[in-house]
């Protein structure tokens, strides 16, 4: 790695003053943990002339948790996400998540705003300067073709591989922003926009993965907020409901409490058993149970002649 550049770094106390300090330094960057950025930097991928640390500005540290909703700001770091007793309790699946980025190291300096917006990635792009100028540089940086796509016309294929969204993604989330022109909310999944296609062109609701995120010139994400929906409640997503439809999954009858073992034959279809008390009706009997005493053990056992089809 090169050494770092020159730059200022700013520490406003209010989230007025990181505002205005974004809306006058145009190419500045918020400064979190910096795990991120600080890399960015030192590989010369970035440069920017004026970074403004967050962490100092009031109300961006909290966490507000509780069994119906969960707030928490963007300077929280990922170690005190991971270990909040109320997170534990209540979205464990958002705290092992925190619990699992990188290392300790790193979770006690990266922030929960920093791995929502993390920059994406691909092994062309995450280099040092002299690697890439021997590559002529990519689509993301000063470079006129995507690597990971050459033919791609002018899409980039860069990759975005944050921790926490799919945690909060499935408690439909929602982030604050705030910038120069007010403060507003929206869905989480509404934040990302980099799906890389080819027949459409990068706008600001189409990006690609140079432009992954909806955020406008001067916005700082300021916090992420969720309702803790139980899962019977919601919408059976396609996964889910693609298992409960194939009668010869092992790992339907295991979310509905039965007693499940696999199959020879279909071991391959059959993830790890899921258990979801939710669930109340039974499988389905086996169609020859009562004429095959191959199928007799159907309640154990699934049918070796297919016949359950």
């Known amino acids: 790695m090169d050494a770092l550049p020159e730059f200022r770094v700013l520490n406003p106390t209010t989230l007025d003053e990181a505002i205005a ?19 960015n930097i030192r590989r010369g991928i970035v440069a920017p002339p004026v970074l403004i640390d ?37 979205y464990p699946a958002l705290a092992q998540a925190a619990g699992f980025i990188a290392g300790p190291t790193h979770r006690n300096m990266g922030t929960v705003g920093g791995n929502l917006c993390l920059d994406t990635r691909c092994i062309f ?9 021997a590559n002529n540089h990519c689509l993301k940086t000063t470079g006129t073709v995507c690597h990971v796509a050459p033919k791609s016309l002018g899409v980039c294929f860069a990759t975005f591989s944050g921790d926490l969204a799919p945690a909060l993604l499935t408690l439909d989330a929602e982030v604050d922003i705030a910038g120069p022109n007010g403060r507003r909310s929206i869905p989480l999944n509404k934040l990302y926009i980099g799906f890389a296609r080819q027949d459409l062109a990068v706008t600001e609701t189409q990006g690609d993965g140079k432009f992954y995120l909806s955020l406008r010139p001067g916005e700082i994400v300021t916090a992420v907020r969720a309702r803790n929906t139980p899962a019977c409640a919601r919408p059976m997503t396609r996964s889910a409901s693609a298992a409960r439809s194939n009668i010869r999954s092992p790992a339907w009858r295991s979310r509905c409490g039965a007693r499940a073992t696999r199959s020879p034959t279909y071991a391959w279809r059959s993830p790890a058993p899921i258990r979801a008390p939710c669930c109340s009706k039974a499988p389905p009997r086996c169609a020859a149970a009562a004429s095959t005493s191959a199928c007799s053990r159907a309640s154990t056992r699934w049918c070796a002649t297919r016949s359950c089809r």
Request: net charge negative; hydrophobic share 40%; glycine share 8%.
């Open 21 to 39: 300090a974004r809306a006058e330094h145009p190419d500045s960057k918020p400064f979190g943990g910096g795990t991120d950025l600080v890399v």
């Open 54 to 90: 967050m962490n100092r500005v009031e109300g961006l540290q909290a966490i507000h948790a509780d069994e119906n909703t969960i707030e928490i700001g963007a300077s929280v770091t990922l170690t005190a996400l991971a270990e909040h007793p109320a997170v534990v309790q209540h």
């Open 125 to 133: 792009y995450n280099q040092s300067e002299w690697w890439r100028t």
